[in-house]
């Protein structure tokens, strides 16, 4: 923000000196600037929505035109918040469904940095002939869609008797995000210069010291954001949960599956239960939104 | 020789030694690849084998080899080509328009502003949506005909009252999804924009360019293979689409927004028809992979162009 202000003087400075045709620039920039924030306020504005009516009564959530400020009645379009729903929401089970999603994405990241930086490394580091096609092997796994896969996928899990099995959906979240967290982490260890890993190994470190002790600290904060990635892609996930949990295994998104028939009688609970369930993976793509473009493109995109 | 070649070399069964040496060799690579073959390929394979099948899980006793019969019924049955239109119909106009207000967006963010970085993030919160509370969200408070602040807006100007998923469910599904692609499609182009040195755009408007001649003659080809990436993912993706529409129409009114996951996933889960079903889903693997040869064709390119 200090930047920005900076910006401004100078530019208010600049303006004071500048010709007819520099202040006209100078409002194109305002006006500019202007239909940037409606813009961004109106593709926000979803969203701030649902979270104000999670606060609202139930007859207040379908009230129009929409209370849209949780500062009281006397505020224009205010409202008084209660949290009436949240205490409605936990009382109805959201509980258990929040911590399967928990123990889902917890369990599938393990597996995944487990699977995925080894290979990573060794795809940049320990390059062989068939590196790149390795690379494309684990692209073309992405590209499969999921209706290619689940009827087998179903099939098997009941006969093992794994259908509402966590253990299940936990696999399938791997192996969704494999692909990704190669690519991504490739992408990291590419970024490391030669001579530090050559340093390394010329004064006798190992493998396992090369990576421990070198690669993997310089890349942490891109194996964070690849975590963070591979959480937001796992955490939202439904067609695998929807058709390979039911009861005992049940996760976020399918909380929201009794919500869909509900004509304007259960908003203000659907509302907070949406909250509850985007907000987690919402702050963390916030905080790894300059590493989600490199994410979204397999790293092909910096 | 190494150890494991020895070992391998030495066992009577080649093709098992063989795996056991590779793997060895392979120590770090090894482990991803095992696990992404039994959890994708294997069941893909699985699939292809039960599209040949006549298998109802219902009736399992009636299950006989069926040859290419699945994809012969699928073919000329209604259904299959009604859900092939409305994933065309679905997959074109979403990523269209998705791209057209991603690269307005991406434009809108790429000059420096107070709050900048506040409005980037308010832009790619839609995508970080939950897509299930995404569907339900707008299907509620938003384009509800009685309820919803969009019918509101329209009739306190005079506009006609609109039950969107009754009348027009394609439309609110569309919008729905547009709403989560546009800003991420405006990542991808905003990384694009900001390779693009301002040296060059300065130097179109010393030589006399116009904004939009600025935009078309330098900006456009520039982004040329930005917008390529942002219609293959967003194609890949948005063709596999379940989430919208199971959430707000579930195929209906009728078929009219059955895409073709969904149908699929009617077929096995409610109809119980496994050889059906697959042959569906081995055709759509087919169709996504066409675009993901594209994709893996323009890798390279992009890389060159990032480093």
């Given at each position: 923000m200090a930047m920005t202000g900076r910006l401004a003087l100078g530019s208010r400075q600049r303006a004071k000196v500048a010709t007819r045709q520099g202040s006209a620039v100078e409002r194109a920039g305002t006006l500019r600037a202007i239909v940037a924030w409606v813009v961004g306020l109106l593709f926000f504005f979803p969203v701030f929505y649902l979270i104000v009516t999670g606060f609202k009564t139930e007859a207040a959530a379908v009230l129009l035109p929409p209370q849209l400020f949780p500062f009281g009645d006397q505020f224009p379009a205010g409202f008084t918040p209660t949290l009436e729903n949240y205490k409605a929401i936990f009382d109805r089970g959201f509980g258990p469904y929040f911590l399967n999603s928990i123990i889902v994405v917890v369990a599938s990241s393990v597996l995944i940095v487990a699977l995925a930086l080894p290979c990573a490394y060794a795809l940049v580091?320990?390059?062989?002939?068939?590196s790149s096609n390795v690379m494309f092997f684990f692209l073309s796994t992405k590209f499969l869609p999921a209706v290619g896969v689940i009827i087998p996928i179903f099939i098997i899990a009941r006969d093992l008797h794994?259908?509402?099995?966590?253990a299940t959906l936990v696999v399938m979240y791997t192996a969704m995000n494999l692909a990704i967290a190669i690519w991504l982490l490739r992408s990291f260890f590419d970024e490391i210069p030669r001579d530090v890993i050559q340093a390394a190994r010329v004064d006798g470190a190992d493998l396992r010291m090369e990576m421990q002790y070198v690669a993997i600290p310089m890349i942490f904060p891109g194996l964070v954001a690849t975590v963070f990635i591979c959480t937001i892609f796992a955490w939202n996930e439904f067609f695998f949960a929807v058709n390979l949990m039911a009861t005992k295994g049940a996760t976020v998104p399918m909380f929201m599956i009794g919500f869909v028939t509900s004509e304007g009688l259960f908003w203000a609970k659907l509302a907070a239960a949406g909250t509850l369930a985007m907000m987690p993976v919402v702050v963390l793509g916030w905080l790894a939104q300059k590493q989600l473009v490199r994410g979204l493109s397999m790293g092909a995109v910096k | 020789m190494t150890q494991a070649e020895l070992v391998a070399a030495r066992t009577p069964f080649p093709i098992v030694s063989g795996v056991v040496g590779w793997i060895k060799r392979n120590g770090l690579v090894a482990p991803a690849i095992i696990f992404a073959v039994v959890v994708t390929q294997a069941p893909f394979a699985l699939t292809i084998w039960f599209s040949l099948q006549k298998w109802n899980l219902l009736r399992p006793?009636?299950?006989?080899f069926n040859g290419l019969g699945n994809y012969i019924d699928i073919l000329t049955r209604g259904d299959f080509i009604s859900a092939l239109i409305v994933t065309v119909i679905l997959t074109f106009s979403s990523v269209a328009a998705a791209l057209i207000i991603g690269i307005g967006l991406a434009e809108l963010v790429n000059q420096r502003f107070p709050g900048r970085n506040i409005v980037r993030t308010l832009l790619i919160t839609p995508f970080l949506v939950m897509p299930v509370v995404a569907a339900l969200g707008w299907k509620t408070t938003l384009l509800n005909p009685v309820f919803g602040i969009v019918d509101w807006l329209m009739t306190s100007v005079g506009l006609p009252r609109i039950d969107w998923f009754a009348e027009y469910p394609l439309i609110g599904i569309i919008t729905i999804i547009v709403w989560r692609w546009a800003p991420f499609m405006m990542l991808i182009l905003l990384a694009g924009l900001q390779a693009l040195s301002d040296e060059v755009r300065e130097a179109s408007k010393v030589d006399g360019a116009s904004p939009s001649q600025e935009f078309r003659f330098i900006v456009l080809p520039h982004l040329k293979s930005y917008m390529q990436l942002c219609v293959l993912l967003g194609t890949i993706y948005i063709l596999a689409e379940f989430d919208t529409i199971y959430m707000t129409t579930q195929g209906g009114p009728g078929d009219r927004t059955t895409n073709l996951p969904y149908l699929i996933y009617q077929q096995v889960f409610v109809s119980s028809d496994v050889g059906h079903a697959s042959a569906m889903g081995v055709l759509v693997v087919v169709i996504v992979y066409v675009f993901a040869s594209y994709f893996i064709k323009l890798l390279p390119q992009l890389m060159k162009g990032n480093q």
């Amino acid at each position: 923000m200090a930047m920005t202000g900076r910006l401004a003087l100078g530019s208010r400075q600049r303006a004071k000196v500048a010709t007819r045709q520099g202040s006209a620039v100078e409002r194109a920039g305002t006006l500019r600037a202007i239909v940037a924030w409606v813009v961004g306020l109106l593709f926000f504005f979803p969203v701030f929505y649902l979270i104000v009516t999670g606060f609202k009564t139930e007859a207040a959530a379908v009230l129009l035109p929409p209370q849209l400020f949780p500062f009281g009645d006397q505020f224009p379009a205010g409202f008084t918040p209660t949290l009436e729903n949240y205490k409605a929401i936990f009382d109805r089970g959201f509980g258990p469904y929040f911590l399967n999603s928990i123990i889902v994405v917890v369990a599938s990241s393990v597996l995944i940095v487990a699977l995925a930086l080894p290979c990573a490394y060794a795809l940049v580091w320990r390059r062989g002939k068939r590196s790149s096609n390795v690379m494309f092997f684990f692209l073309s796994t992405k590209f499969l869609p999921a209706v290619g896969v689940i009827i087998p996928i179903f099939i098997i899990a009941r006969d093992l008797h794994a259908i509402d099995n966590l253990a299940t959906l936990v696999v399938m979240y791997t192996a969704m995000n494999l692909a990704i967290a190669i690519w991504l982490l490739r992408s990291f260890f590419d970024e490391i210069p030669r001579d530090v890993i050559q340093a390394a190994r010329v004064d006798g470190a190992d493998l396992r010291m090369e990576m421990q002790y070198v690669a993997i600290p310089m890349i942490f904060p891109g194996l964070v954001a690849t975590v963070f990635i591979c959480t937001i892609f796992a955490w939202n996930e439904f067609f695998f949960a929807v058709n390979l949990m039911a009861t005992k295994g049940a996760t976020v998104p399918m909380f929201m599956i009794g919500f869909v028939t509900s004509e304007g009688l259960f908003w203000a609970k659907l509302a907070a239960a949406g909250t509850l369930a985007m907000m987690p993976v919402v702050v963390l793509g916030w905080l790894a939104q300059k590493q989600l473009v490199r994410g979204l493109s397999m790293g092909a995109v910096k | 020789m190494t150890q494991a070649e020895l070992v391998a070399a030495r066992t009577p069964f080649p093709i098992v030694s063989g795996v056991v040496g590779w793997i060895k060799r392979n120590g770090l690579v090894a482990p991803a690849i095992i696990f992404a073959v039994v959890v994708t390929q294997a069941p893909f394979a699985l699939t292809i084998w039960f599209s040949l099948q006549k298998w109802n899980l219902l009736r399992p006793e009636n299950s006989r080899f069926n040859g290419l019969g699945n994809y012969i019924d699928i073919l000329t049955r209604g259904d299959f080509i009604s859900a092939l239109i409305v994933t065309v119909i679905l997959t074109f106009s979403s990523v269209a328009a998705a791209l057209i207000i991603g690269i307005g967006l991406a434009e809108l963010v790429n000059q420096r502003f107070p709050g900048r970085n506040i409005v980037r993030t308010l832009l790619i919160t839609p995508f970080l949506v939950m897509p299930v509370v995404a569907a339900l969200g707008w299907k509620t408070t938003l384009l509800n005909p009685v309820f919803g602040i969009v019918d509101w807006l329209m009739t306190s100007v005079g506009l006609p009252r609109i039950d969107w998923f009754a009348e027009y469910p394609l439309i609110g599904i569309i919008t729905i999804i547009v709403w989560r692609w546009a800003p991420f499609m405006m990542l991808i182009l905003l990384a694009g924009l900001q390779a693009l040195s301002d040296e060059v755009r300065e130097a179109s408007k010393v030589d006399g360019a116009s904004p939009s001649q600025e935009f078309r003659f330098i900006v456009l080809p520039h982004l040329k293979s930005y917008m390529q990436l942002c219609v293959l993912l967003g194609t890949i993706y948005i063709l596999a689409e379940f989430d919208t529409i199971y959430m707000t129409t579930q195929g209906g009114p009728g078929d009219r927004t059955t895409n073709l996951p969904y149908l699929i996933y009617q077929q096995v889960f409610v109809s119980s028809d496994v050889g059906h079903a697959s042959a569906m889903g081995v055709l759509v693997v087919v169709i996504v992979y066409v675009f993901a040869s594209y994709f893996i064709k323009l890798l390279p390119q992009l890389m060159k162009g990032n480093q």
